[in-house]
């Protein structure tokens, strides 16, 4: 296979389907979403076999036991694919939106609209539940898009392509308004990267290394996030309660995703009294606690049965564990905080916990971070718990979409003129 000439083909027609889309109605659109949902339903043995053989081979290349069960597609995995495009097709449809209406002295009214972005790329791991969702969020907002999942997956993500290619044409769509790479080149990545004239945006799903090559040689925009450092900083004016249960979620509800809290920052003022009940909540999770010096001797001192005690080094302050472990540090108080914060996060999810109002709004207006919260825990930095009904992923970018990226993200705005005649003087 020439894999620039067959990856200059799926751009070439995702491009000619994407103005399609952009034209489709709310009710076209929705039409296929429904209609994928129940080809997934209906094909389900035939989706399960196919994941059988991606296992197989998965096990026989020696991959680790994580990344087996991220592979994993069961029967009820089908029926939340299925499930996540029924509710897509609910949400309110983006696209066409008109905003912003203002009357000029000179009698025209200015506003925007809201419109697709055109062609999504989107490269991603081993998941094959990435590829209905992610094909059901571009459908939704006008998009076309090129999927490009792990090798890890092929089979399964085909068979999950043969479904959302039969929906699109049930609804009278183009079959290339979604079009999942068929081969496993590592060089088709390359190409898809790189592709101006065709794709508009290329959204990364996956390890910090895939992130990093994507944000490295991509000539078209980016939508993505390399780490998610994400930090609770309780404040001298906390409530111990909150604190207390806030910690102890963010860190331990799942260690493995990217809104998991891996440093801890605690004032001087109250650390004696809340730093070891901290330390006990998180020691009976098995948290490993990786401290500054002040924060040790604090936690030595009281004698935490079962608590895993480590200095932390310069590194510790930037890490994502991704694992039960935590960074923790004693500030000297919220100027101290923010400015560790600030020089140290990955710019995705942080939170204070505070009772003092003027505090609270001075970490949430300085704190320069995609997701910044007040007396919450970061596990709500996703896009179903702030009421995007999906995402498409998080972005720590500054620039078009910054947080949990929903169907809004997948969209951009263009100014709309409404006259009656009137000329510039």
Same mark, same amino acid.
């Not at 009357?103 to 025209?108: D, E, K, L, V």
């Not at 898009?145 to 769509?173: F, P, Y």
């Not at 999942?180 to 945006?201: K, N, Q, Y």
């Given at each position: 296979m020439d894999i620039e000439a067959y990856m200059r083909t799926l751009g070439r027609q995702a491009r000619d389907a994407s103005r399609q889309l952009a034209a489709a109605s709310t009710e076209?659109?929705?039409?296929?979403?429904?209609?994928? *949902?129940?080809? =997934? +339903?209906?094909? !389900?043995? $035939? #989706?399960?076999?196919?994941? &059988?053989?991606?296992?197989?081979?998965?096990?026989?290349?020696?991959?680790?036991?994580?990344?087996?069960?991220?592979?994993?597609?069961?029967?009820?995995?089908?029926?939340?694919?299925?499930?996540?495009?029924?509710?897509?097709?609910?949400?309110?449809?983006?696209?066409?939106?008109?905003?912003?209406?203002?009357?000029?002295?000179?009698?025209?009214?200015?506003?925007?609209?809201?419109?697709?972005?055109?062609?999504?790329?989107?490269?991603?791991?081993?998941?094959?539940?990435?590829?209905?969702?992610?094909?059901?969020?571009?459908?939704?907002?006008?998009? *076309?898009?090129? =999927? +490009?999942?792990? !090798?890890? $997956? #092929?089979?399964?993500?085909? &068979?999950?392509?043969?479904?959302?290619?039969?929906?699109?044409?049930?609804?009278?769509?183009?079959?290339?308004?979604?079009?999942?790479?068929?081969?496993?080149?590592?060089?088709?990545?390359?190409?898809?990267?790189?592709?101006?004239?065709?794709?508009?945006?290329?959204?990364?799903?996956?390890?910090?290394?895939?992130?990093?090559?994507?944000?490295?040689?991509?000539?078209?925009?980016?939508?993505?996030?390399l780490d998610g450092n994400c930090h609770v900083y309780v404040h001298s004016a906390a409530d111990a309660d909150k604190a207390e249960a806030i910690v102890e979620n963010s860190k331990t509800q799942r260690y493995g995703t990217c809104n998991t809290a891996e440093s801890l920052l605690v004032d001087r003022a109250v650390a004696a009294d809340l730093l070891p009940r901290l330390a006990r909540k998180l020691s009976a999770h098995g948290v490993e606690l990786r401290g500054c010096t002040e924060s040790l001797a604090i936690l030595e001192a009281a004698n935490i049965a079962g608590a895993k005690l480590r200095p932390a080094e310069e590194s510790d302050w930037s890490e994502e564990y991704l694992a039960p472990i935590i960074a923790i540090k004693v500030v000297a108080d919220l100027d101290a905080a923010i400015a560790h914060v600030n020089r140290y996060s990955s710019g995705h999810t942080e939170s204070i916990v505070s009772e003092n109002y003027t505090a609270a709004m001075r970490f949430l207006r300085e704190v320069d971070s995609a997701s910044v919260m007040i007396n919450a825990s970061t596990r709500f930095a996703d896009g179903f718990e702030y009421g995007l009904g999906a995402e498409i992923g998080i972005s720590t970018d500054k620039i078009h979409a910054r947080g949990p990226v929903g169907l809004d993200g997948l969209t951009s705005q263009k100014w709309i003129v409404f006259g009656n005649g009137e000329v510039r003087g």
């Open positions: 076209t659109k929705n039409t296929a979403l429904l209609a994928i *949902a129940r080809r =997934l +339903r209906e094909h !389900k043995p $035939a #989706l399960l076999t196919a994941n &059988a053989a991606d296992l197989a081979q998965a096990r026989a290349d020696g991959l680790e036991p994580a990344m087996i069960d991220r592979l994993t597609l069961s029967e009820a995995g089908v029926e939340n694919m299925a499930e996540g495009l029924e509710q897509i097709a609910a949400l309110p449809d983006p696209v066409g939106e008109i905003t912003d209406v203002k009357r000029r002295p000179s009698g025209i009214q200015v506003g925007k609209m809201r419109v697709p972005l055109g062609v999504i790329g989107i490269i991603y791991e081993a998941r094959p539940n990435v590829t209905a969702d992610a094909a059901a969020l571009c459908l939704k907002s006008g998009n *076309a898009a090129i =999927l +490009r999942g792990g !090798k890890e $997956a #092929l089979h399964c993500n085909q &068979a999950i392509a043969t479904c959302v290619r039969e929906g699109l044409l049930e609804a009278g769509l183009p079959a290339a308004a979604v079009q999942v790479v068929d081969t496993t080149d590592r060089a088709a990545v390359g190409h898809l990267i790189t592709l101006p004239e065709f794709v508009d945006v290329i959204v990364p799903r996956g390890g910090k290394g895939l992130i990093e090559r994507i944000s490295r040689e991509a000539r078209v925009p980016v939508i993505k996030h």
